[in-house]
């Protein structure tokens, strides 16, 4: 059985009373279909980049959503819902002020990801590595926390592996590297590394090579462009910077009202949703929340140790032994919460269920997308659906559904 394709198909029972299908971008109240802006509400103090169904990377005005789509297969993965990061590193597309280069640049040679010829060539010079070091100065009382850098390259010339450096401009003792395979096509890379604040006290240095650790060969190349550098623990869309850093706000997102799809003796949600990278902060990050308080709530989540899990939590008590499983990165996981006084259960893709005889049920004041109270614990990735029952679903249709 599935429940998050584009067709719905459940056992018999109760129909949703709420179901957000993010993926086939189709939502319904009581049955009936409803546009996204009468049901939800979303802010976001910025433009923001995604990709569109053919892979290009589009620009999505302050305010609007972003379902964003996978640049292989061309599926949508959901409703992008990102915290507030700022590009440190600026220009982000134009590399004559690079801090050292063992290369000949060409710019305007290639189609970059957002469909126009503003991309970059680099062309080897024959020399040991590295080919491009870029430095970035970083904010004075945040040295201590993870950055993270991304950039965007099209190995359309060069077969070598490629090779991505991160590391404090006042010495490689906290060095973050890893090589990648040389793809033709646009791909994305990123690293992270948390440095001590005298690791990065002169800044931060990110460094592209061809075949790192030998030689490359004379003339092989690459196209590049979208360089990022910021402060947080995963990597998030891409933000385009000219002549100074630029930030791009939160989204933040949630119902409209809980009436008439919440009923507040007992209910049933069921939550799709993916991260492209595992979490390090705490709390972690919900994908979706009943939201009272700091202290009381009921959410969908996913941990620092990579796994997707559920929390029920009444004036700081928890109410339920969460259940939870491994989430592999960029692979949607499923959870499903059962709510009632005295019988609640959950689980997550399926596993076992977890039970509690002697729970309180909360009452919610609002239910949020992508975080678990205002600017706490942002998903930072893809919510690809939700859906509430206005029923305490038998134990038997949650393991079910979870699958």
């Keep these: 059985m599935s429940v998050m394709g584009n067709v719905t198909t459940l056992p018999v029972g109760p129909a949703p009373s709420?179901?957000?299908?993010?993926?086939?971008?189709?939502l319904c109240l009581s049955g009936r279909e409803q546009n996204y802006a009468d049901l939800i509400s979303h802010t976001r103090a910025s433009s923001a980049t995604y990709l569109d169904r053919s892979g290009v990377r589009r620009l999505a005005?302050?305010?609007?959503?972003?379902?964003?789509?996978?640049?292989?297969?061309?599926?949508?993965r959901g409703l992008l819902i990102e915290e507030q990061r700022t590009n440190l590193l600026y220009p982000s597309s134009d590399f004559s002020t690079a801090a050292l280069t063992r290369c000949s640049i060409k710019p305007n040679d290639g189609v970059a990801p957002d469909g126009t010829k503003t991309a970059t060539r680099l062309v080897a010079a024959g020399e040991y590595d590295p080919l491009m070091s870029r430095y970035?100065?970083?904010?004075?009382?945040?040295?201590?926390?993870?950055?993270?850098?991304?950039?965007?390259?099209?190995?359309d010339d060069t077969t070598q592996p490629i090779g991505l450096y991160i590391y404090g401009a006042t010495g490689i003792e906290q060095t973050k590297?890893?090589?990648?395979?040389?793809k033709a096509g646009w791909n994305r890379y990123s690293i992270t590394q948390t440095f001590s604040p005298a690791a990065v006290s002169g800044g931060i240095i990110?460094?592209?090579?061809?075949?790192?650790?030998?030689?490359p060969v004379a003339g092989s190349s690459l196209l590049?462009?979208?360089?990022q550098v910021e402060i947080g623990d995963c990597p998030t869309s891409h933000i385009p910077t000219a002549t100074a850093a630029a930030t791009r706000a939160a989204d933040v997102v949630s119902l409209a009202s809980l009436s008439p799809w919440f009923n507040s003796a007992e209910a049933t949600v069921l939550v799709e949703a993916l991260q492209s990278l595992t979490p390090t902060t705490t709390p972690g990050p919900r994908a979706f929340s009943l939201f009272t308080s700091t202290s009381t709530y009921a959410?969908?989540?996913?941990?620092?140790?990579?796994?997707?899990?559920l929390d029920v939590v009444n004036s700081g008590t928890n109410q339920l032994a969460g259940a939870s499983t491994a989430v592999a990165d960029g692979v949607p996981?499923?959870?499903?919460?059962?709510?009632?006084?005295?019988n609640m259960a959950g689980t997550v893709n399926g596993l076992a269920l977890k039970t509690s005889a002697a729970a309180v049920m909360p009452a919610p004041v609002q239910a949020m997308i992508g975080q678990r109270g205002a600017g706490v614990a942002y998903w930072n990735g893809h919510v690809r659906r939700v859906m509430v029952f206005g029923k305490r679903l038998p134990n038997s249709q949650l393991t079910e559904l979870s699958r």
């Design 206 to 215: 990110v460094r592209l090579d061809i075949a790192d650790g030998v030689t």
């Design 299 to 309: 959410s969908i989540s996913r941990g620092s140790t990579g796994d997707g899990g």
């Design 136 to 155: 970035v100065s970083i904010p004075g009382g945040v040295a201590s926390k993870a950055i993270t850098a991304s950039i965007d390259v099209n190995c």
């Design 177 to 182: 590297f890893v090589q990648f395979p040389a």
């Design 18 to 26: 709420l179901d957000l299908d993010f993926v086939a971008q189709r």
């Design 333 to 342: 996981f499923r959870g499903i919460l059962a709510l009632k006084t005295n």
């Design 61 to 76: 005005a302050a305010n609007q959503p972003r379902f964003d789509y996978d640049p292989v297969t061309g599926l949508c």
């Design 224 to 227: 590049t462009c979208g360089w």
